[in-house]
T-cell receptor
């Protein structure tokens, strides 16, 4: 089955710890994205990558880091510098072409206490 | 990208058509209208997009006014599974892959 996976579904961490969220896709998509969603809000873009070894900051990149060493994978690290890390994190991917739809993963709900 | 305005919530009886409006009065000539939906605690799902002509696919129809300042997403026969938050997004055409700017959307509740 082709698709985009995120793991784990739920993640709990103590304040001050870095945590890495996984995102993998087997759709042969070039572009990948990370969004954050807070309760009752829309999605906000954290980082995106259009090709391997390249990525750009989105609207709320502070306190986050990413890497894109493989086409299939785009992990997101939530660092201790992120002041409000508790949120629902969504990964997406798409072909690198105009107007293409983005395919979203099931999301990871991160709780930091 | 142009800003969109949607009602925060709507109700629809199962089997009836759900008509979800969206205002995008500042849309530019090269901006497309996209619709996504998000079922509770899942990732958003693409529904449909259009530029100025009406569009239809297996999920929905998109009606865009002639002046392109507003549009309506139509789910012709709503079911309980269509209960979700629906996002109207305006996106620039051309270029390579770009971000989607999500607002707060319309929460559609389909009832028996």
């Amino acid at each position: 089955d082709g698709g985009i996976t995120q793991s784990p579904k739920y993640l709990f961490r103590k304040e001050g710890q870095n945590v890495t969220l996984s995102c993998e896709q087997n759709l042969n998509h070039d572009a990948m994205y990370w969004y954050r969603q807070d309760p009752g809000q829309g999605l906000r873009l954290i980082y995106y990558s259009q090709i391997v070894n390249d990525f750009q900051k989105g609207d709320i990149a502070e306190g986050y880091s990413v890497s894109r060493e493989k086409k299939e994978s785009f992990p997101l690290t939530v660092t201790s510098a992120q002041k409000n890390p508790t949120a629902f994190y969504l990964c997406a991917s798409s072909f690198r072409a105009p107007l293409v739809e983005q395919y979203f993963g099931p999301g990871t709900r991160l709780t930091v206490t | 990208d142009a800003k969109t305005t949607q009602p925060p919530s709507m109700d629809c009886a199962e089997g009836r058509a759900a008509n979800l409006p969206c205002n995008h009065s500042t849309i530019s000539g090269n901006e497309y209208v996209y619709w996504y939906r998000q079922i509770h605690s899942q990732g958003p799902q693409y529904i449909i997009h259009g530029l100025k002509n009406n569009e239809t696919n297996e999920m929905a129809s998109l009606i865009i006014t002639e002046d392109r300042k507003s549009s309506t997403l139509i789910l012709p026969h709503a079911t309980l599974r269509d209960t979700a938050v629906y996002y109207c997004i305006v996106r620039v055409g051309g270029g390579t892959a770009s971000k989607l700017t999500f607002g707060t959307g319309t929460r559609l509740q389909v009832t028996l």
